[in-house]
């Protein structure tokens, strides 16, 4: 990869992303096409290593693996847990729950493997090795080239520029990527695909609406959960009727994945996610599970909500998008991975044809609307709508996709009009101190934000232009009367504070989550790519 501005790589296929839709996308390229004839592959990941800045939930559909893997690596996926006791509760207050006594099949996992997603996409990054794929971590794409209508590679970012904007001693330029074909992998809200689906209209015929998923790994003392135990819960914390909901996987004896899933059409602008994780954390039927233990790693990310009617047009000439980063996702299950594996399967397949005869790329949208994940997302493509209008609305037609395959209702429910920012609605008096008044104290089972951080082992140079720009500093003044700088609030990474009245912005904090782009109220925040490297370290999330 050195030198390249001058002389640019060449390869068969780019693949921006190496998460789990890119890494199947690798894996079914170098595998399906014959001897002699392998394309040359080359992914690119802005993190450090393998899989660092991978993160999820993760109760995992093996669906996706079915056709991709071998049974013996379907086998040796790095899980310790499978999933043998679920239960779904809905939370009235810190104290009052009750378990939900029938749940449709549909939403059940028993048996599903359930680990880190970190470690997941990390294996199926050297199972794409072994197959001769090349990857390359640390190195940030920051541009797409476009050549008469096509896609044809795209440029990494570089790498050792001072905060004073000039190159340093360990200064590399740009690299150049000529690629036939382009696999846009980036997972949600990414920002070359969010730039090329603006600018060519790719769009669903719906807006885009996104979650805040805020995850802590915790630590328990052995002896007292059980493996492969999992509970998700609806209601408490959320107030006011927003989506939202939480999780506890037991991954191991002695490791919990607890976390809290909030929907970014909130309306309240002193909503802070992470202290409604903190009383998530707290509530008694939460404690159930973690008590004792203490927090050991940490990570926050958004997931594209809207599902079958926000999901983008995948193709564009010379190049495709996969996973999250065309908003694959079931809404109801909140599962995504086992249909990023499908979509990257999917690609693949068009990709060999394009490289073939220069025909092809253009039916990855048909082979997509062919897999299983994609016939679920039809199926719940109402359900999110559903629940702006509440909680008990929202499973009512759950239940009714549920029931009906996903044909009742007939036509597409209202909703998402406005973007996630343009829902927030002005700040009433006293409402911050309201939101805060009774948070748990900070323990080591409850951290405060800081150092959550510190656990998510974000690390970037601080001798580096900011990566987050404010667009124009006069509208923070306005947002400060009017919505009390909710930045300071909701970005899970106290990126964002107020210093004597003026935004501060520590962007080393930062976790690549993208909360800050989709919901600054006047929309004042440009997210650029800091070096490529940096950022989150994950390594069990
Ligand atoms: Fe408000 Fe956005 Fe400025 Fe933060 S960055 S103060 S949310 S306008
Ligand atoms: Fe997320 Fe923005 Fe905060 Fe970074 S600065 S952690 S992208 S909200």
Same mark, same amino acid.
């Given at each position: 990869m050195s030198d390249a501005k001058k002389t640019p790589v060449e390869t068969d296929v780019l693949i921006v992303g190496a998460g789990p839709a890119g890494m199947a996308a690798a894996i079914a390229l170098r595998r399906s096409a014959p001897e002699g004839a392998k394309p040359r592959v080359v992914v690119l990941d802005k993190g450090r290593s393998p899989g660092s800045h991978v993160l999820s939930g993760a109760i995992i559909d093996p669906s996706g693996f079915e056709g991709l893997l071998s049974p013996e690596e379907i086998g040796k996926l790095p899980v310790e847990a499978h999933v043998c006791k679920e239960s779904f509760r809905m939370l009235f207050g810190p104290r009052k729950s009750l378990k939900v006594p029938w749940v449709p099949p549909l939403m059940h996992s028993r048996g599903f493997p359930v680990g880190s997603l970190t470690k997941i996409a990390a294996y199926l990054c050297s199972i794409a090795e072994k197959e001769g794929a090349e990857i390359y971590t640390g190195y940030a794409v920051t541009e797409l080239i476009e050549e008469n209508g096509r896609i044809v590679g795209a440029r990494t970012g570089e790498k050792g520029v001072g905060k004073d904007g000039k190159p340093k001693s360990n200064h590399l330029p740009q690299e150049e990527i000529r690629a036939a074909v382009t696999v846009l992998?980036? &997972? &949600?809200? &990414?920002i070359l695909t969010g730039k090329l689906a603006e600018a060519k209209g790719l769009g669903g015929v719906r807006r885009q609406t996104y979650a805040l998923a805020i995850k802590e790994l915790i630590e328990v003392p052995a002896g007292t959960q059980t493996a492969g135990e999992v509970m998700h819960t609806f209601g408490y914390p959320s107030a006011d009727g927003t989506y939202g909901g939480g999780f506890v996987y037991h991954v191991s004896e002695t490791q919990v994945m607890a976390g809290y899933v909030y929907s970014l059409d909130y309306r309240r602008p002193e909503t802070d996610p992470h202290l409604l994780f903190r009383r998530f954390k707290a509530s008694a039927a939460v404690q159930k599970h973690i008590a004792g233990g203490k927090t050991a790693a940490y990570g926050a990310k958004v997931i594209p909500e809207g599902g079958y009617y926000s999901a983008l047009k995948p193709y564009f000439p010379g190049c495709v998008i996969v996973g999250d980063a065309a908003g694959l996702l079931d809404s109801l299950r909140i599962k995504g991975v086992h249909i990023a594996l499908q979509s990257g399967r999917a690609a693949a397949r068009a990709i060999l044809a394009e490289l073939k005869d220069g025909r092809g790329l253009e039916t990855y949208p048909e082979l997509l609307e062919r897999t299983r994940g994609w016939k679920e997302i039809k199926r719940v493509r109402n359900v999110r709508a559903s629940f702006r209008h509440g909680t008990i609305p929202g499973i009512i037609g759950a239940g009714m996709a549920w029931a009906t395959c996903g044909a009742f209702p007939f036509w597409r429910l209202r909703g998402f009009e406005k973007p996630d920012s343009a829902e927030m609605e002005p700040l009433k008096p006293g409402a911050i101190e309201k939101e805060a008044a009774g948070a748990p104290p900070a323990s080591p089972l409850s951290p405060d934000r800081l150092t959550d951080v510190f656990m998510s082992g974000t690390i970037h140079d601080e001798d580096q232009p900011c990566h987050l720009k404010i667009l124009d500093p006069a509208k923070c003044a306005e947002c400060r009367g009017r919505y009390g700088a909710p930045c300071t609030r909701f970005c899970p990474a106290e990126v964002y504070r107020l210093e004597e009245g003026r935004l501060q912005i520590d962007f080393s904090n930062c976790l690549h989550c993208k909360t800050c782009k989709i919901k600054c109220p006047l929309e004042n925040i440009d997210w650029t790519f800091p070096q490529g490297g940096d950022g989150p370290r994950y390594t069990r999330m």
């Open positions: 992998a980036e &997972g &949600g809200c &990414g």
